[in-house]
């Protein structure tokens, strides 16, 4: 770990993009005590930036602190992210390792099901998952996990299907452990590097996805995020351009930060190429 953490400093650009996501997670945190509520309407609309104080990076067109709606926003997307990635990986794992650990035809069923889920475009399927679930954080998080888990399931089967034939496998299986055990200890360690590089690229694709559905208004109603702030703002481009520029320029900058690090751990773990579920 030690070798991997110094390729990792190496990097001037991933250490970069985790400072940055380490501070706008603290930030976010520090939220309820570094501003008021987003929704406020607490000041003269449609304040340039840096005109003001108070409201140093502006305000909407109903008076609300466009700072506060950074902050918050970015509790959402940071949250949204994390727990997306979360699930995508829990259900990923669980059907990756067991088609590419047994085989046969519980690999063939579960990969019709994987294939199912890769066909539809992403989006269109967030959209319709979250318009039958009815907006909220929940079911944007469930519609975002259930259309990026195939494509970790399919890396985590090919490093099964890969592992499975090393000796330190078959000497596990020549000893009677059982196949949890091998999966769990023997191969899901060695399967690790390929799995944390995918899921940097799985929670910035998140990220991207709960901010077009906020633009859609398919978010959750009660909760300010950046995709809000776009949609809002969009009939006022030109008479208020910072309304849409600030929001948008943090989710630049969020999933550029969030790619450079997987491009770090790619690096420092030595894993080739970008993987299938992170294109």
Known sequence: MATVFKRYCRQPAAVLGALFIAVLAALALAAPWLSASPWEMNAHPLLLPFTERAHWLGTDMLGRDLGAGLLYGARVSLGVGALASAASLLVGLLVGAAAGYFGGWVDAVL?????????????????????????????????????????????????????????????????????????TREILPNAM??????????????????????????????????GYMINASRNLLRDAWWMSLLPGLAIVLLVLAVNRVGEGLRSALQVPGRTEASA
């Open 111 to 183: 990969m019709r099901v994987a294939e199912f889920f890769l066909i539809m475009p992403s989006l269109v399927l967030a959209v319709l998952l979250v318009a039958v679930l009815e907006p909220s954080t929940t079911s944007v998080v469930m519609a975002i996990a259930l259309v990026a888990w195939p494509g970790i399931a399919r890396l985590v089967r090919s490093e099964f299907m890969t592992l499975r034939q090393r000796e330190f496998v078959q000497a596990a299986q020549v000893l009677g452990l059982s196949p949890w055990a091998i999966i």
């Open 193 to 226: 590097g390929p799995l944390l590089v995918t899921l940097t690229f799985v929670m910035a694709s998140a990220i991207l996805t709960e901010a077009a559905l906020a633009f859609l208004g398919l978010g959750d109603p009660e909760a300010m995020s950046w």
